[in-house]
């Protein structure tokens, strides 16, 4: 039972690229979600999802997208790096029980320069 | 709107000395949840307690607990005896009970916490 993993653990980019932060939990949890932690401003929640097909917006969501099309897999898609993405993401996962305890990946460190 | 407060930065003792970190909450809802996490020096965020809106009962698990006062709005994280392996950020979060709110977990700034041998 792996938990969340995402990959990679550590990424560079030039302003314009392109990637997308993997995500995947094995605890058949409906809901995902991805998360920015900056300096000083704690975790921010970027997209999240209640279930395969179905995602929604959280605080800061431009410049990111997702998908779900597995229960399993949520991967976060950076269309165009600036360096203002230059943080900490974090995937995390909990079941459908209300306001279940979220488990979290062991984040990655992305820096755009 | 909701929002969560942790006044404390970074918060210096020695070993053996209880300390205890603050958390500020705002809600309107009746029915919500508090939580607090913790993230060591390795980066991994680790739950610790979760606790509801319904209950104001103190918890205390080994060294830690959790003062839990609706009147002030506040969810505070006592850890006694500190030892050098409490050294880490601690988050304190909030999330509503509404069908879209329970989504939507907010966090506080962190408190980070240096326990010195």
């Known amino acids: 039972n792996a938990g969340v993993t995402q990959t990679p653990k550590f990424q560079v980019l030039k302003t314009g690229q392109s990637m997308t932060l993997q995500c995947a939990q094995d605890?058949?949890?409906?809901?995902m979600s991805w998360y920015r932690q900056d300096p000083g401003m704690g975790l921010r929640l970027i997209h999240y999802?209640?279930?395969?097909?179905?995602?929604d917006q959280g605080e800061v969501p431009n410049g990111y997208n997702v998908s779900r099309s597995t229960t399993e897999d949520f991967p976060l898609r950076l269309l165009s790096a600036a360096p203002s993405q230059t943080s900490v993401y974090f995937c995390a996962s909990r079941d459908s029980t209300g306001n279940s305890p979220l488990h979290f990946g062991n984040g990655t460190r992305l820096t755009v320069t | 709107a909701q929002k969560v407060t942790q006044a404390q930065t970074e918060i210096s003792v020695v070993e053996k000395e209880d300390v205890t970190l603050d958390c500020v909450y705002e809600t309107r809802d009746t029915t919500y949840y508090l939580f607090w996490y913790k993230q060591p020096p390795s980066g991994e965020l680790v739950f610790l307690i979760r606790?509801?809106?319904?209950?104001?009962q103190n918890e205390i698990s080994g060294r830690y607990s959790w003062n839990f006062q609706k009147s002030t709005s506040s969810f505070n994280f006592t850890i006694t005896a500190s030892q050098v392996v409490d050294s880490a950020v601690y988050f304190c979060?909030?999330?509503?009970?509404?069908?879209?709110?329970?989504?939507?977990?907010?966090f506080g700034s962190g408190t980070r916490l240096l326990v010195r041998p």
């Open positions: 606790r509801n809106s319904f209950d104001e």
């Open positions: 605890m058949n949890h409906e809901y």
């Open positions: 999802s209640v279930g395969a097909g179905i995602t």
């Open positions: 979060a909030l999330s509503e009970a509404g069908a879209d709110s329970s989504y939507k977990l907010i």
